[in-house]
């Protein structure tokens, strides 16, 4: 079983930056993929970004340009860098982890976007 937390979240201005973390742990496991979802109150969870163990990445159409996802391996970490936060990025963010016959998910980290 693979465990995930996150941090990094917090209050932070328009215009201004984030970092989310995610570190799995576990006992012998594979990753394939790792991601990070969003979910806004009233509203479905939604892909952010992911990352292949090939490095290959993913956006969502409105964080492109401004997010940029990485993953250590070396860690089983993975990490989302978000710059010119607006306030409609404000959600609880979620990782997520993507192996051979398991889909795990974080408690999530929040993040609020607010002058």
């Known amino acids: 079983q693979v465990q995930l937390v996150e941090s990094g979240g917090g209050l932070v201005q328009p215009g201004g930056s984030l970092r989310l973390s995610c570190a799995a742990s576990g006992s012998s496991f594979k990753i394939y993929a790792m991601g990070w979802y969003r979910q806004a109150p009233g509203k479905q969870r939604e892909l952010v970004a992911d990352i292949t163990s090939g490095d290959s990445t993913n956006y969502q159409d409105s964080v492109k340009g401004r997010f940029t996802i990485t993953r250590e391996n070396a860690k089983n970490t993975v990490y989302l860098q978000m710059n010119s936060l607006k306030h409609e990025d404000t959600a609880a963010y979620y990782c997520?982890?993507?192996?051979?016959?398991?889909?795990?998910w974080g408690k999530g980290t929040q993040v609020t976007v607010s002058s």
């Open positions: 997520n982890a993507d192996g051979p016959g398991y889909v795990n």
